[in-house]
């Protein structure tokens, strides 16, 4: 049996780009420097003295420039290539951050918080992209599983050291998050050589061939990319008003929570290479997995109604974190395949946009919801929406055949 689980994971790893690792490890050093997000509202209500109103709004400024910035990125990324849109935002993002600490009016920090983010995220697409031209059309779902890990270890990571940092001085956090982008942006630089401008498609003469089309006019993909939108609405609440309902109705320490969150990257980290390589050996409609996934996070959404049940957190934890491995892979890959060589950025950050308006709009309503009816009602609605994502899935996976994987030419 261990050997056999040993010979899993080393498949699930094998066959990998050279590329594609050090895509990774680039993801690492910029995840692990992410610290000023989690503690940005701490730092403008105790250091900045903002009301609690002020600091929301700076957080939506947040969101929308989220928005734009991935769209933007989309653009460009086709426009001038993932290469150069990742070195200069990575490179621009950690300057902003930088200088951040030393803006304390509140409408100059609504305008640098709007610019920094407008920059990091343009990362978002361009990242997508190149990890979808460097893997093979075998290994590209597990390439974004292998950035997935990258994300959650270095967020991991990056958390926890964060608040220690918070405890010494706030102006660390930005300190340490801009200087990370900085030796992202460096290692970036001098490890991954330029790619050629165009990638020479390697397509079969039977393989059905992804539409030309702006994903803006592809109505199956909009229709995909309202699920997702659907998906991530449910899922974003898991940072926010799930840790609420911890900490309120379940009364855990702040010690239990982080140890819950963590428990969230761990098995991530752990499990999803592995998990992603077993499924696609033997499940065809990669979609119906995305299906799975979001009737996964209805039926966690339905366990917090029963406040009642023991251990219903580590439950409810341990279901998400099932549902984000078996959707989230998925349908990135299906974002990235659907699109080609000349269209893929905007396609992928489509998809991004629809995770930006989620984690804008998400905790807003969530709160206004909890406010007026309670936790219950707002798992009800997210169990809805969920499941309601997850029918669609089914739905798109039976009538539309997923696009088959366009392989690029590569520099390994």
Known sequence: MIQQTFRLYRRAYTGLSPSVWLLAGVMLINRIGTMVLPYLTLYMTERLHYSVAQAGIVMAVFGSGALIGTFLGGRLTDRFGFYYVQLLSL??????????????????????????????????????????????????????????????????????????????????????????????????????????????????????????????????????????????????????????????????????????????????????????????????????????????????????????????????????TASEMLAMPFMLSFAANRGTAQNRGQYLALYSMGSAVAQTLTPALGTQVVARFGFSVNWLLLAGLSGLAAAGFWWLGQREAEPQPVETASVA
Not at 101 to 114: E, K, P
Not at 224 to 241: E, K, N, R, W
Not at 271 to 282: H, W
């Open 91 to 320: 490179l621009f993002g950690g300057l902003a951050l930088v200088g951040l600490q030393f803006v304390t009016n509140f409408y100059a920090l609504c305008v640098s918080v709007f610019l920094f983010t407008l920059l990091g995220d343009a990362f978002r697409p361009a990242n997508q992209a190149a990890l979808t031209h460097y893997a093979t059309p075998d290994t590209r779902t597990r390439s974004f599983s292998l950035n997935r890990l990258a994300i959650n270890l270095g967020w991991t990571i990056g958390a926890s050291l964060g608040g220690f940092l918070a405890q010494l001085d706030y102006r660390l956090l930005f300190w340490a998050d801009g200087l990370t982008c900085l030796l992202a942006a460096l290692v970036l630089f001098v490890r991954l050589p330029v790619p050629p401008r165009q990638a020479v498609s390697v397509n079969h003469p039977d393989t059905p061939q992804p539409p030309q089309l702006s994903p803006y006019r592809d109505r199956v993909y909009l229709f995909f990319a309202v699920l997702a939108t659907l998906y991530f609405m449910g899922f974003m609440q898991f940072f926010s008003i799930v840790t609420l309902y911890f900490r309120e109705i379940l009364h855990l320490t702040k010690t239990h929570i982080g140890l819950l969150m963590s428990l969230n990257g761990l098995i991530i980290v752990l499990i999803e290479v592995a998990l992603v390589y077993s499924l696609e050996q033997r499940v065809r409609n990669r979609l119906s997995l995305a299906g799975w996934g979001a009737l996964l996070l209805a039926v966690s959404y339905l366990l917090m109604t029963q406040t009642q049940l023991a251990g219903v957190s580590l439950l409810s934890v341990l279901v998400i």
